[in-house]
């Protein structure tokens, strides 16, 4: 009944977009409060690229309290939920990744979030949010196939005041945040703020009768803006956020049940990190140009325990501290004329270190059901009894990745070629980037070697793995996009466009090989040669972007609506695969794959105090030509899986919402103010193979509020049916995990706003 519903909901709502089409949100931006900018976008609402813009108003609306929070109010914007908040991958249009760089590249004030570790934090303050679907390699480069995510905090020079909040909610939330605005004189601002969160979790380990998945969050953050010339604006900014969680409440799952039982492991699954970020940037106005220059630094420090065989059994455990420095700077100068002649050229910098401790333990159930079956067949085999007699097997690994490259990119815009409104945009980029991996990792087995009852001795099977793998690579961007506008709210575009992720190489399947080389070592045999930079390097992700956009406005603007169509074709499509001995994962290239689909938005003003609105989007995202050697009845074997669905990217995503604003004069009560958004996700399929999937699963969110002057009250909750849904798909040994979704939540927010 539900999917019969909400197929009819989104054939009404597509055959409005048909008749009237439009950019995917539209909300008013309140340039007085908000100082907003992009050193590359003139006018997102019109510019030839599909968007979602998300002001104040709508970031509170949604309950958009982190990234993860967008997922289902974007259209084919997609999140999982990792188990905690050290992955943190978008799917965008059928396009991710769970372990290389991101598809989605992540902006705060125009500074960049190089690693997907670091884009899970608490969201407050903030001023708009943009999603630009699609790749935007042109203007932004390396990870940014799916598209960007930009975000902008409020600025002292606009802003100022005091904002408090106090949240509680079922589950043990309490959280508090605080933050204070001013100006210093005529021409600086200052503005500094914090919070702090709890959760007592949501699962239990039935091994140690305890909640898993415990979180406590915090940080602070401190702006300082100055404009010591009328042509001159220069802003410094540092922010700090640390989590401290239980993480992974993976639980077994019953492929003949459908059903996921409790988490249930011995080893401690734990997360936590810090992160901190400086931002200098300067903005100088020039006649009818611009140049903006920023310099940024991020640093993050995290450290991971996870139980990998997710069971109460002993088998392997990994703990894995990275630390990362990255400096990033660019310059863009860009033109602001009001003629028929816009452009930006710019160049780009970086370099970035992460130093990576990774140990692996095999521990005694491991060795004993893992390993020791091993020796044991090769000792059969050559008429012996071989016994492993490490009660452990420790594979320590230490790892530093150095990433560093440049660019330089140019976009033209032409207006009124040919025909009034008729506009031609063409833009390149040349991106060069350099990865090196330093590796070093070792281990030993000491084995009993027995002919019958004669004990021949133990002799030691030993692999090391030292060395260094480089690598560069050089790609170019290109973009262009036709568009036409017959007045300010209504166009058509088309664009073509390139997008790139970068390649690298797997730390992760290090201690594989070292695996592999003892267990196929024999004592006494000369030690084998590994290709490790051939084993562990992955290829760059490419695509070529295909999409068409109409948007309109009706009923004297009260209606807006828009649909767009893309086409993507992928090469090297990044995939994440369990390796063959259930000891950890590998990032592979999976050959071609294709994405289209649709994306469909709809906003109209129903009356001064309602709203409502609809966001949908379809892709289907397949593999074109992909075969993968994998383990069938002990046996390797080609599989073929060209025709396969793409998995963890969701096949639609669906928002439907409506707003109601009432504001009373001589009343006891300000405003009243309501929401209540359905979000639907699905159908995820979570192998290559297809084989488990979930299915298309709706969640319904709900804000109720009052105010009084400065005060205010609010009663929100989430996930209102406590639908029940599978978030995050992992393998270990030859079993199959999730990690289910949030259920029921529901609480209270006291908000004061001076």
């Known amino acids: 009944m539900k999917k019969i519903l909400f197929s009819i909901t989104v054939l009404v709502c597509f055959s409005i977009s048909v008749l009237a089409l439009e950019n995917d949100t539209i909300k008013t931006i309140r340039l007085g409060q908000v100082d907003v900018y992009s050193p590359k976008e003139t006018n997102l609402q019109n510019a030839p690229v599909s968007s979602t813009l998300l002001d104040a108003e709508k970031i509170s609306q949604s309950q958009v309290f982190s990234i993860k929070d967008i997922s289902g109010v974007v259209p084919n914007f997609y999140i999982p939920d990792y188990g905690s908040a050290m992955s943190c991958s978008p799917y965008v249009r ?27 934090f608490e969201l407050y303050d903030l001023a708009q949010i943009e999603v630009l679907r699609g790749p935007q390699g042109t203007l932004y480069g390396r990870n940014s196939m799916g598209g960007i995510v930009n975000m902008y905090t409020l600025s002292p020079l606009n802003y100022q005041g005091t904002r408090v909040s ?33 959760q007592d979790g949501f699962y239990k380990n039935d091994f140690t009768s305890e909640n898993v998945d415990v979180e406590k969050t915090g940080g602070a953050r401190m702006k300082f803006a100055w404009t010591p010339l009328q042509t001159l604006k220069l802003e410094y900014a540092t922010n700090f956020d640390y989590v401290d969680q239980g993480a992974f409440p993976y639980g077994l799952y019953n492929a003949e049940s459908n059903t996921v039982a409790s988490p249930n492991f011995n080893d401690a699954s734990t997360y936590q990190r810090k992160t901190w970020n400086n931002s200098l940037s300067s903005k100088y106005f020039y006649k009818d140009m611009i140049l903006t220059v920023s310099l940024s630094h991020q640093y993050f420090d995290d450290q991971m325990n996870i139980d990998q065989d997710f069971s109460p059994l002993s088998i392997f455990t990994l703990q894995q501290n990275q630390k ?27 370099g970035q270190r992460i130093d990576i401790t990774a140990p692996v333990s095999f521990r005694e159930d491991g060795i004993r059901t893992i390993l020791q079956p091993v020796f044991t067949k090769i000792g059969q085999a050559a008429g012996m009894t071989m016994t492993v007699k490490n009660p452990t097997l420790d594979i320590p690994g230490t790892y530093n990745t150095r990433r560093g490259g440049g660019a330089i990119f140019h976009q033209s815009t032409f207006e009124n070629i040919w025909v009034e409104g008729l506009s031609l945009t063409l833009g390149a980029r040349l991106d060069i980037e350099k990865v090196a991996l330093d590796y070093n990792s070792s281990s030993y087995l000491d084995i009993e070697v027995k002919r019958g009852p004669i004990v021949m001795g133990t002799q030691r099977a030993e692999a090391e793995l030292v060395g260094t793998a480089d690598t560069t690579f050089v790609e170019f961007l290109p973009k262009a996009a036709l568009k036409y506008e017959w007045d300010r709210m209504n166009f058509v575009y088309g664009s073509v466009s390139r997008g790139y992720k970068a390649g690298g190489f797997n730390i992760q399947m290090i201690s594989d090989l070292i695996s592999d080389k003892l267990q196929n070592t024999r004592p006494g045999a000369p030690a084998q040669e590994t290709d490790v930079k051939q084993a562990v390097m992955y290829q760059p992700e490419q695509s070529w972007n295909y999409e068409a956009k109409n948007k309109n406005t009706f009923l004297d603007r009260k209606l807006r609506t828009s649909l767009t169509l893309f086409y993507m074709d992928i090469k090297g499509l990044q995939l994440t695969e369990f390796v063959a001995s259930g000891a950890g994962r590998m990032l592979t290239n999976a050959g071609t794959a294709v994405s289209k689909g649709l994306e469909v938005s709809a906003d109209m003003k129903i009356s001064k105090e309602l709203n409502a609105g609809l966001n949908y989007g379809y892709a289907h995202a397949s593999f074109n030509n992909y075969t993968q050697v994998e383990t069938l009845n002990g046996q390797p074997a080609e599989v073929d899986y060209s025709g396969k669905i793409v998995p963890y990217a969701p096949q639609q995503t669906a928002n439907i919402y409506l707003n109601y604003v009432k504001t009373f004069e001589n009343s006891f009560i300000s405003q009243f103010y309501g929401n209540i958004s359905y979000n639907g996700i699905g159908k995820i399929y979570w192998q290559e193979s297809n084989e488990t999937a979930q299915d298309f699963y709706s969640l319904v969110d709900v804000k109720l509020g009052v105010k009084k002057d400065a005060f205010g009250l609010e009663l929100w909750g989430k996930n209102l049916l ?8 992992f393998e270990s040994f030859g079993n199959k995990f999730f990690q289910q979704g949030k259920p029921l939540q529901f609480g209270a927010r006291l908000t004061l706003e001076i």
């Open 94 to 120: 059928g396009v991710g990744s769970r372990n290389s760089g991101q598809s989605i590249a992540l902006y705060v004030d125009n500074v960049p979030y190089p690693e997907k570790s670091a884009f899970d």
């Open 166 to 198: 106090l949240t509680a909610g079922n589950y043990g939330m309490m959280q508090a945040k605080a933050s204070y605005y001013t100006k210093l004189g005529e021409k600086a601002g200052f503005s500094a703020g914090g919070y702090y969160g709890k």
């Open 324 to 350: 990362q420095n990255m400096l990033n700077g660019e310059a863009v100068f860009k033109s602001v004329s009001t003629g028929n002649y816009n452009w930006l050229v710019g160049v780009n910098g970086y």
């Open 722 to 729: 406590n639908t029940s849904y599978n978030a995050f798909y």
